[in-house]
Nanobody, 125 residues
Framework: QVQLVETGGGLVQAGGSLRLSCAASGGTFSSYAMYWFRQAPGKEREFVAGISRNNILTKYADFVKGRFTISKDNAKNTGYLQMNSLQPEDTAVYYC??????????????????WGQGTQVTVSS
């Protein structure tokens, strides 16, 4: 299975932007769909965005449409989540995940083949 490592989190003011990266190793990144999830303190982990292995299909949670963009550079074995117009409610640990088939709707977490360790995003008001 591919191993995933997220970077790019940090502290940003409301209205600001961050770009998260998800570096993959130990597998052929182009063979996997990629996703971003997030988990705020005391809340369930929730789906944020997903992209198919060939970058043709994308899926976004309603609460990030128009603000976040998911992308995947197979040549660099890296996926990205560009986050604009961040709000305090976007504060969470952000995780990337992978699957062999593209899931158009969120699945139980154990159906994703790999998970990263997460990166903290904090948005101050």
């Amino acid at each position: 299975q591919v191993q995933l490592v997220e970077t790019g989190g940090g502290l940003v003011q409301a209205g600001g932007s961050l770009r998260l990266s998800c570096a993959a190793s130990g597998g052929t990144f182009s063979s996997y769909a990629m996703y971003w999830f997030r988990q705020a303190p005391g809340k369930e982990r929730e789906f944020v965005a997903g992209i198919s292995r060939n970058n043709i299909l994308t899926k976004y949670a309603d609460f990030v449409k128009g603000r976040f963009t998911i992308s995947k550079d197979n040549a660099k074995n890296t996926g990205y989540l560009q986050m604009n117009s961040l709000q305090p409610e976007d504060t969470a640990v952000y995780y990337c995940a992978s699957s062999y088939s593209f899931y158009g709707d969120p699945r139980p977490h154990n159906e994703y083949s790999s998970w990263g360790q997460g990166t903290q995003v904090t948005v101050s008001s």
